[in-house]
């Protein structure tokens, strides 16, 4: 199984994501007609992790989600409730193991008056086996 469909099962799994979008989780682009709020995550890249001396067999990828939403405080909440899935996870998911989640990056975007909506853009750094 990939990273992404592990990260999905472990967003899925913490109640305090599911309570607001349920299962609006997508890959890479936000379907016609979804409700608000949901997630549209993207693999952005993907690196050997290694030590110094060492090539570990270990990976390091950068997962980007938008986080969209019809308003600013449920904006904030989702982006609340990832961060607590995600930031310093350890564990197994699927097929992998991640050893290491932080996050790296947040920023807003402007408020789109045609869709009606707000994002706010979340960068993690995972490091997995």
């Known amino acids: 199984m990939s ?3 592990g990260i999905v099962e472990r967003l899925k799994a913490v109640s305090a994501v599911t309570s607001l979008v349920s299962t609006r989780i997508y890959a890479n682009i936000l379907p016609d007609n979804t ?3 949901a997630i549209v995550y993207q693999l952005i890249s993907t690196l050997p992790f290694s030590s110094l001396n060492d090539d570990t ?10 986080i969209i939403s019809s308003t600013t405080a449920q904006r904030i909440q989702l982006s609340d409730a990832i961060k607590t899935a995600l930031q310093r996870y350890k ?3 699927s097929d992998i ?3 290491d989640s932080r996050l790296e990056n947040i920023s807003d975007q402007a408020y789109n008056l045609e869709a009606n909506q707000t ?8 490091i997995y086996e």
């Open 97 to 99: 193991t991640i050893l």
């Open 35 to 37: 409700t608000h709020p």
């Open 3 to 5: 990273l992404e469909a």
């Open 91 to 93: 564990g197994s998911v």
């Open 57 to 66: 067999g270990k990976l390091r990828s950068r997962i980007q989600f938008t």
């Open 119 to 126: 994002a706010r853009i979340a960068d993690f750094l995972i």
